[in-house]
């Protein structure tokens, strides 16, 4: 778990796709669309300990590699990112981990506002730098998670929601810079999710299913987007459950 094997034959190698926060939650879920789809994906995450991730590790050996990495450590993340992409055809990157802290915005600490905006931005960006020149060359895709909160006023989650205002601007920008070289940049914005996202927030999605989006669901939009023919680019998807409704803890 965490080896890059090289591959020597580049001509006979699948389109491979980069995910971060794969180990859990909307990054599993995107994890398993994407091999679904015949994409060998290398999934970046802290650890793989949970039954789940463990689980689809063994189902799909071949097809899914778990990468070990804190991708706030920034020279351990470009090392494996140069090592994945000198051996495999990388043609979709997928920013996806992501760190929230809430409540009032004096009672966070400089570690925490530090720590989402390197995870939420800082770490997407760089990602996006070191891939895009391949990127380029493959005509692929740039996907990011962001975030509902990336277009609204965020009381009791101001550092968070303007990591991911600060996302999806960046996504937009970057589409206009990349969009003549066929590189599509597509952004999802959902809504409250059944993930562990609020764990350290004092509340969590509702009870009603209807109340919050499944990780699957989220990994369907993106699938839709990908899915389109080249040419046509969905810039940007909001994902919202039917109701507004979260429980205290």
């Known amino acids: 778990m965490g080896r890059i094997e090289q591959n020597t034959d580049m001509a006979n190698v699948a389109d491979t796709a980069v995910v971060t926060g794969s180990s859990s ?7 398993r669309m994407l091999v679904k789809n015949g994409y060998e994906v290398f999934g970046f995450g ?27 450590d920034t020279q351990a993340l470009c090392a494996h990112i140069k090592e994945i992409d000198k051996n495999y055809r990388v043609t979709v990157l997928v920013n996806n981990a992501g760190v929230g802290y809430y409540g009032l915005h004096e009672e966070l600490n400089p570690k925490k506002i530090q720590k989402m905006v390197r995870t939420n931005l800082e770490a997407p960006m760089i990602l996006t730098q070191q891939l895009l020149r391949t990127l380029k060359k493959n ?15 965020n009381p009791h989650g101001c550092a968070y929601g303007a990591t991911k205002a600060g996302l999806s601007g960046f996504a937009k920008s970057l589409f206009d810079e990349v969009r003549k070289y ?3 940049v597509i952004t999802i914005q959902p809504d409250m999710a059944k993930t562990d996202l609020y764990r350290n927030a004092d509340f969590c999605e509702g009870e009603e299913e209807a109340s919050y989006l499944l990780p699957e669901e989220v990994a369907e939009a993106a699938a839709f987007a990908l899915a389109q023919r080249e040419g046509l680019v969905v810039t940007e998807i909001t994902v919202k459950p039917q109701f507004h409704r979260i429980r205290r803890k």
Request: a neutral charge; hydrophobic letters at 40%; aromatic letters at 6%.
């Open 182 to 184: 066929g590189v599509r």
């Open 139 to 153: 005509r692929g895709t740039v996907l990011n998670i962001s975030s509902v909160t990336a277009a609204q006023s």
């Open 25 to 31: 939650g909307i990054g599993l879920a995107l994890s």
């Open 46 to 72: 802290r650890n793989f300990e949970r039954a789940e991730a463990q689980e689809f590790c063994k189902e799909q050996p071949e097809k899914f590699h778990a990468v070990v990495c804190d991708i706030t």
